[in-house]
């Protein structure tokens, strides 16, 4: 069995994202101790933004008249493809970054749909793979809250891993993940305590069931 992984925080340490996606791996790999594991950390190892575009154009240009550029950005891109093609289960931690999705997993995804092999008009190659997205927001963008509706990030990557992809995809959301940083929601302490705690929870459990998939 091998994992892919994909991180797209711009921190390292303190990441919420990361330290979610961890129990999701470490239950994993409870059942998969000696297996495989690709990573891509695309927050602090981006993609250049111009690589997906360049790629593009190059895929309607014919072969012999493909600039060297174009061809090393459709080597990324299909260097992109090949890991999540070898992929068993997929774990994604991506971040809510100023109410929308990080630049760095919309470059990747981007890039990824260049190669012919996820043409969005091809039956989907990864259909059918277990798949966990953990998610994280600095506020509570829920229903009901004062901001309901502010978060313009989930509900594209849910339609990119799930509807476009084929994945079969749990998704774990993490908010109010700034308690404690930012002064304004000290109010919130507990209610984050509780939020975090479900969240590490159903980490937990999706963990488990990608590793028996």
Do not use: C
């Amino acid at each position: 069995m091998t994992l892919f992984r994909l991180d797209a925080s711009i921190r390292v340490e303190g990441s919420h994202s990361r330290a979610i996606a961890d129990i999701v791996e470490e239950e994993w790999k409870a059942g998969h101790p000696d297996d495989r594991i690709i990573r891509r950390h695309v927050g602090t190892d981006p993609i250049p933004s111009s690589t997906w575009a360049t790629a593009a154009f190059a895929g309607n240009t014919p072969e012999d008249q493909r600039s060297p550029e174009q061809r090393d950005a459709l080597g990324v891109a299909a260097e992109l493809a090949d890991e999540l093609i070898a992929a068993d289960a997929l774990l994604f931690a991506v971040p809510l970054y100023n109410f929308g999705v990080s630049q760095h997993f919309k470059t990747w995804v981007d890039t990824v749909i260049t190669d012919p092999r996820f043409n969005p008009a091809a039956a989907p190659v990864l259909a059918g793979k277990p798949a966990v997205l953990v998610t994280v927001q600095g506020g509570n963008y829920a229903a009901g809250t004062p901001r309901e509706g502010w978060d313009h990030a989930t509900g594209w990557m849910r339609r990119i891993l799930a509807d476009v992809w084929g994945l079969e995809l749990e998704v774990v959301e993490t908010a109010f993940t700034l308690v404690g940083e930012n002064p304004a929601l000290d109010a919130f302490t507990d209610l984050a305590a509780t939020l975090r705690g479900d969240a590490e929870q159903l980490a937990r459990k999706h963990g488990q069931t990608l590793g028996a998939a």
